[in-house]
């Protein structure tokens, strides 16, 4: 079953615009982690929060965590075209038998340059 | 330099035909991972192993077998029990299990296509 689910499907923005992808999931959660996929490609780890972690920083990527909403966001700051990539949310439970990463279908970033 | 390697690129598969992908990591991480991923959708877990000589099924695992006789090596065979095979498999591999907040790092897949 899908834990996480990102939003929009699809973004499309022009180069040095900001780009805002939001995670919701539905189980308390471990952490949470979001990966970067270019096409035809393996992911690529970005940022993994802790539950009891609000924000984190890295470069031009910065994540929020509300365990409240049971949401997220990634903000990609001041975009360029090689930011074009679907991007996924994971998330691992806090409970249960069997604790791996579930992940989203993904958000598809498209920048124009 | 480190990574996980996965081969072939591509593979073709008859009817009624298992065929092995496979996957090999110089991290020197305890856990290993296949994932399913199909077009537009995220990665779906069929078979993990936290260490040697051990392995778990994961939420798609029928149709699939997987063994773990060496650290850095983690094959998965589709067997001709799985009737919907046409995909990208992933292989990723972690320093410990996610619950005590470890990233993955993947391989660059499989695709897997029906002749």
């Known amino acids: 079953s899908q834990q996480g689910e990102e939003d929009p499907q699809a973004l499309s923005i022009q180069e040095g615009e900001n780009a805002t992808m939001n995670c919701s999931y539905k189980t308390s959660i471990n952490n949470l982690q979001w990966y970067r996929q270019n096409s035809g490609r393996g992911l690529v780890h970005l940022i993994l929060?802790?539950?009891?972690?609000r924000e984190k920083h890295s470069g031009r990527l910065r994540v929020t965590l509300d365990t409240s909403k049971k949401s997220s966001s990634l903000l990609i700051t001041a975009s360029r075209a090689a930011d074009t990539a679907s991007y996924f949310c994971?998330?691992?439970?806090?409970?249960?038998?069997?604790?791996?990463?579930?992940f989203g279908s993904g958000t598809q970033l498209t920048v124009l340059p | 330099d480190g990574g996980i390697t996965q081969s072939p690129k591509y593979l073709f598969r008859k009817e009624g035909q298992n065929v092995t992908l496979s996957c090999e990591q110089n991290?020197?991480?305890?856990?290993m991972y296949w994932y399913r991923q199909d077009p537009g959708q995220g990665l779906r877990l069929i078979y993990y192993?936290?260490?040697?000589?051990?392995?778990q099924k994961g939420d798609i695992a029928e149709g699939y077998s997987v063994s773990r006789e060496k650290k850095e090596s983690f094959p998965l065979t589709v067997t001709s029990a799985q009737k919907n095979p046409t995909a990208f498999y992933l292989c990723?591999?972690?320093?410990?299990?996610?619950?005590?907040?470890?990233?993955?790092?993947f391989g660059d897949g499989t695709r897997l296509s029906i002749l």
């Open positions: 192993s936290q260490i040697v000589n051990d392995f």
């Open positions: 994971a998330t691992v439970p806090r409970s249960g038998s069997a604790r791996q990463l579930t």
């Open positions: 929060i802790r539950s009891n972690e």
């Open positions: 990723a591999s972690s320093l410990d299990s996610p619950v005590v907040n470890q990233p993955q790092h």
């Open positions: 991290l020197n991480h305890d856990a």
